[in-house]
């Protein structure tokens, strides 16, 4: 049974920083197939969930979103099967419930359709 635990949310001020944590159960995390990888999403109220940053695990390679690139780092380790998003420079409009997402369907990186398995979520809240 696969499961992805989620934590490491919480408050923090406009420019503070948080490290989001995912850990993976039950899932070949590294993979040579060149598909698969491990993402985050967010969701703030009445919007739509979208992508963060994703890891294509068995090759290192990562993408983001326009919108946290050079402030939002992901990174995975290996030995504990676990991602991190480290975030940094925190904006109020950063504040959302964050997602660990794993999948290996073909297509678009930030489609959350394209992901097999998600995480319950972890809650992200940044003041002004």
């Known amino acids: 049974q696969v499961q992805l635990v989620e934590s490491g949310g919480g408050s923090v001020q406009a420019g503070g920083s948080l490290r989001l944590a995912c850990a993976a159960s039950g899932y070949t995390y590294r993979d040579t197939y060149r598909g698969k990888r491990m993402g985050w999403f967010r969701q703030a109220p009445g919007k739509e969930r979208e992508g963060v940053a994703c890891?294509?695990?068995?090759?290192?390679?990562?993408v983001y979103a326009g919108s946290v690139k050079g402030r939002f780092t992901i990174s995975q380790d290996n030995a504990k099967n676990t991602v991190y998003l480290q975030m940094n420079s925190l904006k109020p409009e950063d504040t959302a419930m964050y997602y660990c997402?794993?999948?290996?369907?073909?297509?678009?990186?930030?489609?959350?359709?394209?992901?097999?398995?998600w995480g319950q979520g972890t809650q992200v809240t940044v003041s002004s």
């Open positions: 997402a794993a999948g290996d369907v073909d297509g678009s990186w930030d489609n959350p359709s394209r992901y097999n398995y």
């Open positions: 890891i294509y695990t068995g090759l290192g390679i990562t």
